[in-house]
């Protein structure tokens, strides 16, 4: 707008004020990674999608699975957005999820981020201003939230009042925790441990029942008369008396019971008292009843063996559903991902125009191949430079390992010339004969053969000849040898490589890791630097997760790439730490020396 003379324009003003002040650029959001842990047995990862998903959109969604083809109690959601994430901190953590599976608890679920995430969360919160429109997405997430946890809570009701769940807790005896997953072989621990949690399912049931089949017996035996009936003995029964008003009187005996004795008519007053005692010890049921009973014995006993059956056939169908569809899920992720793949690039084919490039393939062809050239002669240089590196490398263990065997025996010719000095080594290499004499003996008996005396006596002559080069055997110092092994420690851990390659191309001599050191030496280490990198842990299930690795004699590749969905780009960094100390324990090992407490770092 023109001013015509009366200063500056308003248009001017602000262009003015927007040079001198630049305008807030808000922070870009990015890709969040946060914790997902305490999962109920039985969860999905459906659920835990849909659940995620209601606070905000998600990238995907990681769980680790274990040997047993079972999903682990944690995972790792990636959120394409902050709010998303901080609405899932805020909504989700805490939550209790019913357990959909036998012998599980309910847990509350934990929602977390480590360090650098939170860092980032608190900054990201602090700058961006809260509107109405952030408040009406975090009461749409809520109530979806709560939908979705009042259907799962439903669909766990029902499925524990039909019988699926067994709510009926089975405390096992201490003796029975002493078994785990880490001491069965890794092919068969599946199956065992299946086996062993539907031995103690029957072990309840069965023990359940005996319990209620005990309930139902003791009022019968409560409601039994403990007193004869009023009639005397002797006296015939009436017909009028067949039943008795209050129904407590039942039979001809002498003594009543609370049930009457079945096909057994009234009896005129010609009964004898022979009859009423042979009548009293009939049986108190008929052949149907018994029948009945034992039919329904069977009945009952198939019906428990079908549940078994059932039992045992359900979590093997189930989790091969579980299979196929995360299969499934698996080849429609892909299919998506090449549909757009492919719909970007029909896209761009469609504009493209070779003419219209501004690609220095197209503008200047001369241009293009002396950087092509150049770039060609970069990578050749570093490749001689990474030969020649391995050359020298190669060169180096080579000496290293001359050097080593020289030493070894240099050792042990100066220990063998020690030995021969304190004459426990013969000179020419022949093992001691020991001799037994029994010369005293023969003086005491005289009765004894001349023969027998003549060859101990040839003993004895062998055995002065030895007693004549025994020298006393000298003292070692033990201070002295501790010193030299700590030395010899002190070298190796400075031989240990740093660097990734040369490291993870170690020999590990799994023969010196064992169990035992890795739960005593090792999980301490992993533990502190678990929590150097991710803060206070509240489940163990990664600090578990690594000790099984090393404890299968795994490679410490694959162990990076288990943690790379937790850890990013310092999974790497951790493994080398870690592996650090496997490759210091097996070259202590490999001389002979015990590393004890001895940390490489």
């Known amino acids: 707008m023109p001013s015509y003379g009366q200063g500056p324009s308003i248009s001017a003003l602000a262009a003015q004020q927007q040079m001198q002040h630049p305008q807030f650029v808000p922070p870009q959001p990015k890709a969040v990674t946060l914790f997902i842990g305490s999962i109920s047995g039985g969860i999905t990862d459906g659920f835990l999608n849909e659940i995620l998903n209601a606070c905000g959109q998600i990238n995907s969604f990681k769980r680790l699975i274990t040997p047993a083809n079972k999903p682990q109690g944690f995972g790792f959601a990636e959120f394409q957005d902050p709010d998303g994430a901080l609405r899932a901190m805020a909504l989700l953590n805490g939550v209790e999820l019913p357990a959909l599976e036998d012998g599980c608890v309910n847990k509350k679920l934990l929602v977390k981020a480590d360090e650098r995430t939170k860092t980032f969360l608190d900054a990201y919160q602090a700058q961006k201003m809260r509107t109405d429109a952030d408040d009406e997405l975090l009461r749409q997430a809520k109530a979806r939230v709560d939908a979705l946890l009042s259907d799962i809570n439903k669909k766990s009701a029902e499925a524990a009042s039909n019988g699926l769940i067994d709510r009926e807790k089975y405390v096992i005896p201490p003796h029975l925790h002493d078994l785990q997953e880490a001491d069965l072989p890794e092919t068969q621990r599946g199956l065992v441990m299946t086996e ?16 209620r089949d005990v309930r139902e017996a003791m009022p019968n035996v409560l409601a039994a008369p403990s007193g004869p009936k009023v009639r005397e003995w002797g006296k015939p029964q009436l017909p009028g008396q067949a039943e008795s008003p209050t129904g407590k009187g039942f039979g001809k005996g002498a003594q009543g019971y ?17 009859s009423d005692r042979q009548s009293s010890v009939r049986p108190t049921k008929t052949d149907e009843e018994l029948e009945a009973e034992r039919r329904e014995a069977r009945r009952r006993d198939e019906e428990n063996s079908y549940k078994d059956r ?3 056939y359900e979590p093997r169908e189930r989790n091969r559903i579980q299979a196929l569809e995360r299969a499934i899920t698996r080849e429609r992720v892909m299919k998506e991902a090449e549909e757009r793949d492919r719909a970007e690039m029909r896209a761009r084919l469609d504009v493209w125009d070779d003419d219209e ?33 391995e050359e020298r490398e190669a060169e ?11 030493r070894q025996m240099d050792e042990m010719q100066a220990l063998q010339e020690e030995q021969r000095k304190a004459g426990m080594l013969l000179d020419d290499g022949a093992p001691v004969k020991l001799g037994v004499s029994l010369a005293a003996a023969t003086k005491k008996t005289d009765n004894a053969p001349k023969e027998k005396a003549a060859v101990f006596g040839q003993d004895e002559e062998e055995e002065e000849a030895i007693q004549k080069r025994k020298v006393p055997l000298p003292k070692l110092d033990l201070a002295e040898s501790g010193e030299k092994a700590k030395e010899r ?3 190796i851990r400075g031989e240990v490589p740093r660097d990734k390659e040369t490291l993870f191309k170690g020999k590990v001599r799994w023969d ?4 035992v050191m890795i739960d005593r030496k090792l999980e301490p280490l992993v533990k502190r630097e678990m929590t150097k990198y991710l803060g206070e842990l509240e489940d163990d299930d990664l600090i578990m997760f690594v000790l099984e690795h090393l ?4 490679g410490p590749q694959k162990l990076v790439e288990g943690l790379e969905p937790v850890l990013e780009e310092e999974a790497a960094e951790f493994v080398i730490s870690i592996w650090r100390q496997i490759i210091f324990e097996s070259m202590a090992y490999s001389e002979g020396l015990h590393t004890e407490k001895m940390m490489v770092d």
């Open 196 to 211: 062993i949690a539907q031995f103690r399912e029957r072990a309840a049931k069965r023990e359940r029942e005996k319990m």
């Open 258 to 274: 609370s049930k009457p004795v079945g096909f057994v008519k009234a009896e005129d007053g010609s009964a004898t008292p022979g």
């Open 310 to 312: 059932e039992r045992r």
């Open 357 to 389: 490039s501004d690609e220095l393939f197209y503008t200047d062809r001369q241009r293009w191949r002396a950087v092509r050239a150049r770039r060609l002669a970069t990578e050749q240089a570093a490749d001689e430079e990474s030969r020649l590196y």
């Open 396 to 406: 180096n263990l080579r000496r290293e390992s001359e050097a080593f065997l020289a």
């Open 489 to 491: 420690l002190e070298k």
């Open 512 to 515: 010196g890791l064992s169990d």
């Open 551 to 554: 404890k299968d004699h795994k």
